[in-house]
């Protein structure tokens, strides 16, 4: 059975928790590096934490560690930025790419990446126009795999309150017994179901480049 080292960045968020707790429990992993501006959840045998200043990127060259996979589940919101849009794609496009971009000098092989359903670099709302230039910009790296993942609304307890995602969490269920055939995307889906089919697309070890979505995420699931 061949082992991994797995990088997760964004590993307190709702996805990249559930992330973390998977891959401990996972035997193919024998080590879990959380590279985080700050880490004050569960310690493990099997984990190291490195905290680093993402602003700063001499330190987080310095820091980068070896190994195998790299999980990105790291994102903002409106609101934590104020509106932002600069101080937006700092967290959303360039920490990830310039992760990758390590990844790739570091010996990485596999990087799967938290996405968004609609991701399209030609969409004229910002926030999928972000997404879909960071899956553009990160299909030009040389990894032996690309993994993007792209939920839609997610299911699960978040450590702060989203009054918007709430709101959308309610109609997207209401209503979900309507998105049916190319609309299926858009239901909402459980944050640790996303994460599992992290993990199974890891442990898979398959070459290449791959887009999941609602349905792809729950057969990997099942």
């Known amino acids: 059975m061949i082992n991994y080292t797995a990088v997760v960045i964004g590993g307190t968020g709702l ?39 993402f602003e700063d990127k001499n330190e987080l060259v310095q820091k980068f560690p070896l190994g195998s996979h790299i999980f990105c ?25 310039t992760v990758a971009k390590l990844g790739i000098e570091k010996g990485f092989s596999q990087y799967l990446l938290v996405s968004a359903v609609g991701a399209n670099s030609t969409s004229s709302n910002f926030y999928l126009n972000l997404k879909g230039a960071l899956e553009d910009a990160l299909c030009k790296l040389s990894f032996q795999s690309i993994h993007l993942f792209r939920p839609s609304v997610l299911l699960g307890k978040r450590k702060e309150n989203r009054w918007g995602e709430r709101l959308a969490k309610f109609f997207v269920i209401a209503f979900s017994f309507m998105l049916r055939g190319k609309m299926t995307k858009y239901k ?25 979505q609602y349905d792809e995420m729950i057969k990997m699931n099942e």
């Open 73 to 97: 589940c790291i994102g903002t919101t409106q609101k934590k930025v104020s509106g932002n849009k600069e101080a937006y794609r700092r967290i959303d496009f360039d920490i990830p790419y």
């Open 15 to 53: 996805i990249g928790s559930s992330l973390v707790n998977q891959l401990l429990n996972n035997n193919q992993y024998d080590k879990v590096i959380i590279i985080a501006r700050g880490w004050n959840d569960q310690l493990h045998p099997k984990m190291e934490v490195i905290t680093v200043n």
């Open 188 to 212: 909402a889906i459980h944050s640790k179901k996303v994460a599992h089919a992290m993990l199974t697309a890891g442990t898979k070890n398959k070459n290449g480049q791959f887009i999941y």
